[in-house]
């Protein structure tokens, strides 16, 4: 059980945020609350991502505006409806462009790999890979 210990109202603001996908992300582009706080949470976070169709409440957000993006392949043509000018990229397991996205939740561990590597370097992120025992690509 996720028990949040915080409200919008009063969530400390964080230097990454991630925004995660699933079907849950289709009822929430209706919530303007979660998107005026995704929106605004984002303008203050040295970095922002998601993972899967996460990319759609970002879209929503606006933060996915004149920027190249991914999510997952059922959502690619509800993604490019969400925002202004959004290049869908079909192709890539994830797109840094500014704001980060990934495609399905797997493509998430190449994106986390990624941000590992542009906040600590491609050593701290190839040794976590090792650990683990994953292949970057």
Not at 39 to 54: D, F, K, N, P
Not at 67 to 79: E, I, K, M, S, V
């Amino acid at each position: 059980m996720v028990v949040p210990r915080h409200s919008f109202a009063d969530a400390p603001s964080p230097e990454l945020l991630v925004v995660p996908g699933g079907f849950g992300t289709r009822p929430l582009l209706q919530d303007a609350e979660t998107i005026d706080w995704i929106r605004t949470t984002a303008a203050s976070a040295r970095q922002t991502a998601s993972v899967c169709t996460g990319a759609l409440l970002l879209a929503r957000a606006g933060l996915l505006d004149d920027r190249r993006a991914t999510t997952h392949w059922g959502a690619f043509g509800l993604l490019a409806t969400l925002g202004r000018n959004i290049t869908v990229d079909r192709e890539s397991r994830f797109v840094d462009d500014g704001v980060m996205t990934s495609a399905g939740v797997a493509s998430g561990i190449d994106l986390a790999f990624h941000v590992v590597e542009t906040l600590l370097g491609r050593d701290v992120a190839d040794e976590t890979a090792r650990y683990i025992e994953y292949e970057r690509g």
